[in-house]
């Protein structure tokens, strides 16, 4: 029996809710669409509910999609690497902007140690905050050119920041962040100082 954990992440109540409300389908229907109970519908759109795979699968066919996207999807994820820039963007996205650095950091040493593509191949979560997002992309670029590699498909599809963003946010390093900042920042509107992805 295989059991997906809907307190983990808020997102997925909020999803299926938002896909039935585009859809113009009450609990209802969506249930009768579906084959599964009304009550088990309004359980799976209730923060804290476990649910089962072919409960998701059942519901993703009655929105019209393909079932089998569903194992597809999570068998992807759970396939991925921990270390990996699609998990960063993921951990960053679930503990707030704030933690970026630890995620992103973490990600960096790991590639570093061992630059498999299977690391920056997953784009990030599209949820992801612009900026993050844009810091991302960058990184990863940085990377593979450190490698000699060229940098993912993805990661030309990040576009740059509408305003400026200086990542140390300390008024007196934007003059050095300007002048310092890497092409592979710079082009996203993103300013780093020159010893960004450097380690102590």
């Not at 300390?170 to 003059?175: I, R």
């Amino acid at each position: 029996m295989t059991y997906y954990n809907t307190s983990a992440t808020l997102p997925v109540v909020s999803t299926i809710r938002n896909a039935r409300r585009c859809r113009r389908l009450s609990q209802r229907e969506l249930s009768r669409r579906a084959g599964v109970s009304f009550k088990g519908l309004q359980l799976l759109e209730a923060p804290g509910h476990d649910a089962r795979l072919s409960t998701l699968e059942k519901v993703a066919d009655g929105l019209g999609l393909p079932a089998a996207g569903v194992r597809w999807v999570l068998e992807h994820y759970i396939g991925e690497a921990p270390e990996s820039a699609f998990c960063a963007s993921m951990l960053m996205l679930l503990d707030g902007f704030d933690s970026w650095k630890i995620h992103l950091f973490d990600f960096v040493d790991a590639f570093r140690a061992d630059p498999l593509p299977a690391l920056v191949r997953t784009p990030p979560i599209a949820e992801m905050e612009p900026r993050l997002a844009a810091l991302l992309a960058s990184t990863v670029d940085a990377l593979c050119a450190e490698q000699g590699s060229a940098p993912p498909g993805w990661s030309a599809g990040v576009a740059p920041l509408p305003r400026p963003w200086f990542v140390s946010g300390v008024e007196n390093l934007k003059a050095s962040a300007l002048l310092e900042s890497p092409v592979r920042f710079r082009r996203r509107n993103v300013f780093v100082l020159a010893n960004f992805l450097s380690r102590a």
